[in-house]
């Protein structure tokens, strides 16, 4: 089959969608392609008897106002009512635990907790007083770890840094570079001298803009999720765009350079079709970018298919019954030096409606990350030996018997920012100039959250219009 349309959207994640739901809204001609059977990308949402579970991303957080305005123009639609609502977590998304000694406990949240919490040590806790004294950095290289020891001290690496790092990337602070994985961390330094000064002043910023623009007041940072899970958000988007704008199942897409645009080729149930179009939106990750792009030089296409992608083992654990210790909070982060197999646990049945019956408890835990890459090799008889051993200690449960285990393997999760993310954004950068027509996104750049990849994707929706 042939087809014709304006601009070619590659991926139907959230990047993709978002990017959709902005193109239709302004009327433009466009097409999105995705290899999977499903929209959402990699998140997706399974049921198995009266637990709800996810199988990618579990959560987002409302940290962009891209984000904010997405979920209000989708529940503003009155045929979406019935199958979307945004979900915020329960108050008990703030209390969130670190395991030391073997055991869960509290993350301070704010200068005076850190002082009082016996995850730090007293030689740190000065430091973080003495904190605003300190000197710029210079090395605009300069890893977390480096970053944090500098400023704050290594307990709070340990303690803080290394388990967050661990939740929010699967990564390792030693090589995550501060200026492209936390640039808002790193620009507290660079623009006032200090993190506790910086975020003083900026708190302030805040305030103002808040009173200048109103809807900023919605950009919460709350956790999020829909109703009966994410992908009730990803086919809200979907049905408010329209089934007939995308193309599923297809597979191994190929775009072509033409004297009058690019032609996309892909096979489905067999065949091979193609798509002419004057643009073409890339969103899907930067492990794909070579076969995708054939024509692009193999020294660019080799820069941004270098970026290192850490691996997941994410476990859905279901009980019937909860007879654990207390699942009070968020989850809990599990710090390099504490020995343990597992990266954390997420209480996802107390942060969510109906994701489990009423007496039990679902959990998402999870392994690998850039410590035990190896991981994901592992069978699935030695994964659930790991998770029944670090579970059980950790929650004090005297017999290791859930009611429902799945496991999934994520070998392209997440992309780790390190050194070479400058080299990154200016090779895409030569890319977009060399071929007017081509944008690249996706999570290669521009930040790996839900609200990050949202905001990119108004941003890529401006771009490809005309």
């Known amino acids: 089959m042939e087809y014709s349309t304006d601009i070619v959207v590659i991926g139907a994640g959230i990047t993709g969608l978002t990017t959709g739901f902005y193109l239709d809204r302004d009327k433009q001609n466009f097409l999105i392609l995705d290899n999977r059977d499903y929209p959402g990308g990699v998140i997706h949402t399974e049921k198995c008897g009266d637990f709800v579970y996810e199988t990618g991303p579990n959560t987002g957080v409302l940290g962009t106002l891209e984000a904010v305005k997405l979920f209000e123009q989708l529940h503003g639609e009155k045929s979406l009512t019935a199958d979307y609502a945004l979900e915020k ?46 000197k710029r950095g210079t090395n605009p290289d300069e890893t977390l770890a480096e970053f944090v020891k500098r400023r704050l001290g290594e307990s709070i690496l340990d303690y803080a840094i290394n388990p967050f790092i661990s939740g929010v990337y699967a990564g390792d ?224 449960i005297k017999e290791f018997a859930p009611d429902m285990f799945k496991i999934m393997r994520h070998r392209n999760a997440i992309p780790q920012y390190q050194a070479d993310t400058k080299q990154r954004i200016e090779a895409i950068e030569k890319i977009e100039k060399q071929f007017p027509g081509l944008i690249v996104g996706g999570n290669m750049i521009g930040g790996i959250g839900m609200a990050d990849r949202i905001k990119q994707g108004v941003q890529l929706a401006e771009k490809a219009k005309i």
């Open 173 to 396: 602070p030693g090589m995550l570079v501060t200026k492209y994985a936390f640039p808002k961390l790193y620009n507290l330094e660079q623009n006032y001298g200090s993190l506790i000064g910086g975020s003083v002043k900026i708190g302030k910023v805040r305030k103002k803009e808040k009173e200048q623009n109103p809807d900023l007041k919605k950009v919460t940072r709350e956790t999020f999720s829909a109703e009966y899970g994410l992908s009730n958000l990803a086919y809200g988007v979907y049905n408010r765009i329209g089934e007939e704008r995308f193309i599923l199942s297809a597979q191994k897409a190929v775009v072509a350079k033409t004297d009058d645009g690019y032609e996309v080729s892909f096979i489905k149930n067999g065949e091979r079709s193609t798509i002419k179009c004057r643009c073409v939106v890339n969103t899907a990750g930067a492990y794909a970018f070579p076969e995708l792009f054939p024509f692009v030089d193999d020294e660019d296409k080799k820069v941004i298919s270098n970026l290192v992608y850490s691996g997941v083992v994410e476990c859905a654990l279901g009980f019937e019954k909860w007879e654990g210790s207390p699942l009070d909070g968020f989850g809990c982060l599990v710090p390099q030096k504490e020995n343990r197999k597992i990266l954390g646990a997420l209480y996802m049945s107390t942060l969510f409606k109906n994701r489990a019956p009423k007496g039990g408890a679902l959990l998402s835990i999870f392994m690998g990350g850039m410590r035990h890459l190896d991981y994901l090799d592992l069978s699935d008889t030695e994964i659930k030996k790991i998770v029944a051993e670090d579970i059980s200690s950790i929650f004090d």
């Open 89 to 134: 977590a329960s108050t008990a998304a703030k209390k969130r635990f670190i395991v030391k000694g073997g055991k869960p406990n509290i993350m301070p949240m704010g200068v005076g907790k850190g002082i009082s919490t016996k995850l730090f040590t007293f030689k740190d806790k000065l430091r973080v007083l003495f904190e605003p004294f300190r």
